[in-house]
């Protein structure tokens, strides 16, 4: 048997044939190794949708390896003898092969990095680690772009990217001379609703992924969440499938609703693509090319296309050199000393606030929300009632089919619940329940009245708004943004005060808002 010189480790948000790792395999010297391992989906508790999404997309990724003659080591989560976690059967596999070296494309978690690192040292084998180029901005290049500033701003950061990338620019100038079309991106559907959205890209389970699903079922049966709609793409071919339904059918109205919610319609007009992005079925570059085409061929607006490369070449890009430039002690970051529980209905739904209750339901069925439910209904909610924010961000973590902790941990622990006292935003995004009234019907059949911040029919989001401001109104002080804010808490009397107090405590305990 001829030696092996380098095993590959691809890991399951890494299904791209043309990742650095491969950079040079040699069919005759090489191999690939992958593994479904239990602690993957047991690190924090993942919901089945998730569990399902990870390892479907990695047995279809494992055919793409075999037609393309790649030698593949694959261990299967139901193989006799799973060691159960990857640095257990990596060393298990390497006992076996005695590659010469292992190589790796740079991972998307912390965690995950440091194992395979003390596996390699353990085995005295080199590891090559190599840049995911599937990013705009490399680690180093953004560690460069924030060396010396006082404070990182994600906007700062998109108009560097939008130049260097040459996207919807004109020589040195933004095409319609501005960077920036959020204020046109704020609409409400009204009474009438959302209308006729087209149906999203959906995927028929093949008999591989009806094959995870039963595994899941049986499994990972306690877990959170169901599979009955399960219908994300799950390969390279239906990622580009659902790419192309969203430029010609949602991408035009996608800017103009982005930020609207409508009860028991999870997808309108988004796109749905975050999940094949980061497991790299699709490339941001595809992505942000076929955006910038549909604007110029005049198939979608200027502030559509605008919205949607914000978040792929701007936040996506940010968020990622937020988490490597500080991890691994931004998991711990606590500014608003946050020590509540996270409510156990957050795994259930079961919450008689109706906004709380549509996103929960949906995010346990399908695995997805969209940003304006996770940042301003789940993500509100618990950072004003105080939830310890590593708990929200295990929340986060598990539910989500397209959560990878270098996206996810800044958009919940820095975006989410400003527990990094300011890092990735500018103040915390507090809002009342007003904020869901103006963006979806929800308040209309809800049994609590956004405009009372007391009383039994008090809107806990109203409450709980007020009782922020009361619990941080020093520190909010200093902050300029949040100025006319505190000021409207000065203009409470003290009794009002103690009855926020005391309504907010009755949230806590759970005696409001629970079924």
Known sequence: MAELRSLV????????LDAAAFDGFDAALDAVWMAEVAEESTAVWSSKPRIAMFLAAMRHFALALQAAAR?????????????GSLAAQLHADIERLRPTRLLLTAPGDWRVLQALKAVAQFQGLPLQIREDRHFFVS???????????????????????????????????????????????????????????????SFAPDAITAEVIALVESRFAAHPGRLQSFAWPVTRAQALQSLRAFIEQRLPMFGRYQDAIWPDDPWLYHSHLSAALNLKLLNPREVVAAAETAYREGHAPLASVEGFIRQILGWREYVRGIYWTLMPEYLERNALDARHDLPAWYWTGATDMLCLRDALMQTLEHGYANHIQRLMVTGLYALMLGVQPRQVHEWYLAVYVDAVEWVELPNTLGMSQYADGGVMASKPYIATGKYIQRMSPHCKSCRYDPAQRTGERACPFTTLYWDFLLRHEAMLAKNPRMSLQVKNVARLSDPEKRAVSERAAAIRSGEVGVT
Do not use: C, S
């Open 139 to 201: 680690v180093r290049e953004f560690a460069a772009h924030a060396k010396g500033r006082k404070a990182l701003r994600m906007e700062y950061f998109y108009r560097e990217q939008r130049r260097r990338q040459q996207v919807l620019m004109q020589g040195d100038e933004p095409i319609g001379g501005q960077w920036n079309f959020d204020a046109d991106n704020r609409e409400a559907f009204g009474a009438a609703g959302p209308g006729a959205v087209p149906p999203r890209a």
């Open 71 to 83: 030698p593949l080591h694959y261990t299967r989560l139901d193989a006799p003898g799973n060691h």
């Open 9 to 16: 480790v691809v890991l399951g948000d890494q299904l791209d």
